[in-house]
Each structure stands twice: as C-alpha cells, then as structure tokens.
C-alpha cells in the first residue's frame, strides 16, 4: 500500500495531511466497480459561514481528488451563511455562497441553525438557487408553507445504496439557534427524538450516513445512542477533528469552520456491508491551487464597492471581541439615546481588528445579523433581572455593554445570584428608571420584566455602528473591558 500513498502524495501536491500518513497506507481502494463493492469516497466541510474567498482553493482540492476518486461526494454539515456581508448582503442573501457551492459540485447540506437567518422565503431561495438538496428530518412544516426541505436522501454510488439523514440543533425554546421571528409556523422536535424514526433506512441502504449539525459533543452522544450509523458527518461545533476516530463503532468527523479544513472520508463496502471507514483531515487554507474558473466568479462577487468605504481609524488594534463589543455597543447607545447598551456575545463574529481604517466590510463582518435596536424603559432591578437573564443566556458569559461595568456575582457552580452596576455617569438605583438598548434577538430570547414593550428604532445594529464611526472618525479600545470577572 506504499504506492497509494506515493500516488496521492502526487496528486494532493502541497496538501497538508493533518492526520498520519498511516491512513494512507492502510486505505485500501477497491476497483472491482461491482454494485456491491466499491470505495465511497466523500470530502465534507461544516460552519463555512459565508466564507467564499477560500473557494477557489476548496474546488482546486476537489478537483485533486476527483483524479483519484472520479465518484466522489461532497457534503456540508450545514451553517453555509452569515460572516461575509459580500454573500450576506447581497441579492438574494446568500447567492454567491450557493452560486460557488453548486460550481464545486455539492451533493448535500444539511440545514444548519443559520440557513434560517434570513427566514422561511430565503432559505426556500436558496434551495430553488442551489443544484443540491437540503436535508433536515426534524422539521415540522405545514402543508401551506413551501419548504423543499427533505428529511433524508438514498444516493446511488458505484451501484451501493447510501443513506443520508439530517438533522439540525434545537436549544431550550425549541428552536435553532437563529432569531425567533424567522420561524414563523415552522416547529421543530429534538433530533434524537426523531432519529428512531429513520432506522429503518438502515435496511434500505448499503451505507448509513447522519448529516449533522448538532454539535461534537452531541454527535458523540448520538453514536452511543445509535450505533447504526456508519459515519457522522457533523458541525455547529467549530470543532476541528484532527485525528478522526470511531466512537462505538461510528466514524465521527468535523472539520472547524470557515472552510480552513475538510474532512475525507472513505467508505469500503464488500458485498453489500460496510467493510471499513477511515477519515483524514486535510487543510484547505495550505492548499496552492486554485480553480481558475471560481476564482472568476469570486473576484466578480467581491467586486462590490459598497463595503470597501473606510468610515472611522482604529488608532490601536481591537485584540479582544470584548473591545469590539464595546465599541458596537457605544453606537447602539449613543445613537438611540439610551443610558445603557448591551449585546449578546454570539452576535458578534469576529474576535480582533487590526488598526488602521474601519471600512463598513469590517462592521458587517463583526455584527453579519441585521437585527433591529430595541429600548425599553426598566427600574433598576429589572435591569438587574435582565443581565442576570443574558448571564444565562450566553452561556454563562456577560453580555457586552455601554454606560456601565458590572459584575454578575454567582454561586459556586457560576449560577448568578445578583449583579453588582456601576454606570459611568451619575448614581445607580434600584428604584429608577433607565433607557436599555439592545438588539432584537436579545429582546426576543431572554426572559426579563420592563415597564413598557420596548420600542424599535427602525435601525439595525450594524446602522448605528456605522453612524457612530462616522462621526467620531477615531477610535481606541484597547484593553476596554466593562463586564468584570463573574464572584
């Protein structure tokens, strides 16, 4: 098996091969093209989140591989928006992603949490746009509601059966993790209550394949759960799975997110049964090729000068998503008049910018959402109830603020029992009544008390950061911090 090893170091020229070379050398490639004997191979990403720039050097490495393996599958476990205002905003969202996803030949994608940031109709867009189907088993769609959403595919490969389910995350609301308002009649059930379902397409398929995005962790606790399958294909973790390994007999695999890995997998079938599988993980940034033909439509997508304006300087680098969070949350309070500010730590996506210019790209990228800003009128120990509520919300992480520092103060195991304010002007009070600014999903998620139903500023965040910079026209966070360590 030294000679497959030397052929695909041929082929993969500069490919860097996170996992042992081992792999390669116990790979075994089954030329006998029979319908019940063959090698199914499948290189699969999870959590692109719009990052189309590297592409070029994904459909380079496919094609790479298609020398080797002229049959082979692409999958994505999901999340394919929501990062780069150059896909997010255009029109229709999301259409250079899956303008680039069917030049590359996907086969598959599972419906990720984010795919629903746009709602019902853009998500339904992007199925009519993509030459791919969309996999989500524990959806519940009414009849007059038109989404081309299938629970799961049977592919023909080399003449063996493969089935493919798919499932996305559900959180404690019963929903995705995307904004509430998008899933207007759309339910959904918890994945491992519907699962049972669609063992039986075990017995309908030569390969059984979960499409996941539902998180590693989870994907683990699936594979104890159901061993049926013979490989998880996952994402909505972030988890870079460099060595990937079997657990209780299921392959697992993620390959991190913003399309800087894959994974490949390779399914042996003898005589009708799953023989092996064996995964590697390969980098895509490392890659030197590039596909000429979607380096093409790249280069016309990013040719959108609306995002290129520079409309502050940072006159010191932003070296925390907490500095960010700061500057984003002085232009949600500045602009709408409130005392305070807050943002949830999830609705920013970046964690560092470097000096220099501050271009309206760069707010997008930290805040791709476009959620309305909100302002309540709240007492003092609402405002209280309120941090305390985001506390959870996020994790067990404070939210990011303007006007105040504060301190959640916790119990032993980090469940917050009060919060300590001190606002950056003035006496706080219990008693008094204060203008709080955040976005709609934080007005929409978190459980919390007010004096009135808040009032929309008919602004998203990322309008008001843009009016804030454009005013200051400088700016410096660096080192800001307003949430103090959790006691």
């Given at each position: 098996m030294k000679?497959?090893?030397?052929?695909?170091?041929?082929?993969?020229?500069?490919?860097?091969?996170?996992?042992s070379c081992d792999f390669a050398d116990n790979q075994k490639i089954n030329k006998n093209q029979n319908s019940k004997n063959a090698t199914i191979a499948i290189l699969s990403v999870n959590d692109m989140h719009a990052a189309i720039d590297p592409m070029p050097k994904f459909a380079a490495l496919a094609d790479s591989l298609r020398q080797v393996y002229p049959d082979?599958?692409?999958?994505?476990?999901?999340?394919?928006?929501?990062?780069?205002?150059?896909?997010?905003?255009?029109?229709?969202?999301?259409?250079?992603?899956?303008?680039?996803?069917?030049?590359?030949?996907?086969?598959?994608?599972?419906v990720g949490n984010h795919e629903w940031d746009g709602g019902v109709e853009a998500l339904q867009r992007n199925i009519e746009d993509a030459q791919f189907p969309f996999l989500c088993a524990n959806v519940i769609v009414p009849s007059e509601v038109k989404l081309d959403v299938k629970p799961y595919l049977i592919l023909e490969n080399q003449g063996v059966k493969i089935a493919v389910l798919g499932v996305v995350e559900t959180r404690a609301d019963g929903f995705p993790g995307a904004h509430p308002d998008h899933f207007t009649k759309i339910r959904f059930k918890r994945a491992t209550d519907v699962i049972p379902d669609y063992l039986s397409?075990?017995?309908?398929?030569?390969?059984?394949?979960?499409?996941?995005?539902l998180g590693y962790e989870e994907d683990l606790e699936v594979a104890e759960r159901f061993p049926v399958f013979d490989a998880i294909i996952g994402g909505h973790s972030h988890t870079l799975v460099e060595h990937p390994a079997k657990h209780n007999g299921v392959m697992v695999t993620q390959a991190g997110s913003s399309l800087k890995y894959a994974t490949l997998t390779f399914i042996t079938v003898q005589n009708g049964k799953v023989a092996d599988v064996q995964a590697t993980t390969l980098s895509v940034k490392d890659f030197k090729k590039k596909n000429k033909e979607v380096k093409a439509m790249l280069d016309e997508f990013n040719n959108d000068k609306r995002f290129s304006e520079a409309i502050a300087t940072a006159t010191t680098d932003f070296d925390t998503r907490e500095s960010l969070g700061c500057m984003m949350t002085d232009g949600i309070r500045e602009v709408s008049c409130a005392d305070f500010a807050f943002a949830n730590t999830g609705g920013l996506r970046i964690d560092h910018l470097k000096k220099g210019p501050i271009t309206i790209k760069d707010i997008y990228n930290i805040d791709p959402f476009a959620n309305e800003v909100v302002v309540f009128q709240m007492t003092g120990k609402q405002l209280e109830g309120f941090i305390m509520e985001s506390y959870k919300k996020n994790g067990r992480y404070p939210s990011y603020v303007s006007g105040m520092t504060y301190t959640v103060n916790t119990t032993s195991d980090y469940y917050p029992k009060s919060v300590t304010i001190r606002p950056d002007?003035?006496?706080?009070?219990?008693?008094?009544?204060?203008?709080?600014?955040?976005?709609?999903?934080?007005?929409?998620?978190?459980?919390?008390?007010?004096?009135?139903?808040?009032?929309?500023?008919?602004?998203?965040?990322?309008?008001?950061?843009?009016?804030?910079?454009?005013?200051?026209?400088?700016?410096?966070?660096k080192g800001a911090s307003r949430t103090a360590p959790c006691r």
């Open positions: 000679r497959l090893f030397f052929f695909l170091s041929l082929v993969l020229a500069s490919l860097l091969w996170v996992n082979l599958l692409i999958f994505s476990a999901g999340d394919n928006r929501t990062g780069n205002p150059i896909n997010d905003q255009y029109v229709p969202a999301n259409y250079p992603m899956v303008a680039l996803m069917n030049k590359v030949g996907f086969d598959l994608c599972a397409l075990k017995e309908q398929s030569d390969v059984f394949i979960l499409l996941s995005h002007k003035g006496r706080y009070s219990k008693d008094a009544v204060y203008k709080v600014a955040m976005n709609s999903y934080m007005a929409s998620t978190v459980r919390f008390e007010s004096l009135d139903d808040g009032q929309s500023q008919y602004m998203t965040t990322e309008e008001m950061a843009i009016q804030y910079l454009r005013k200051h026209k400088t700016v410096s966070y």
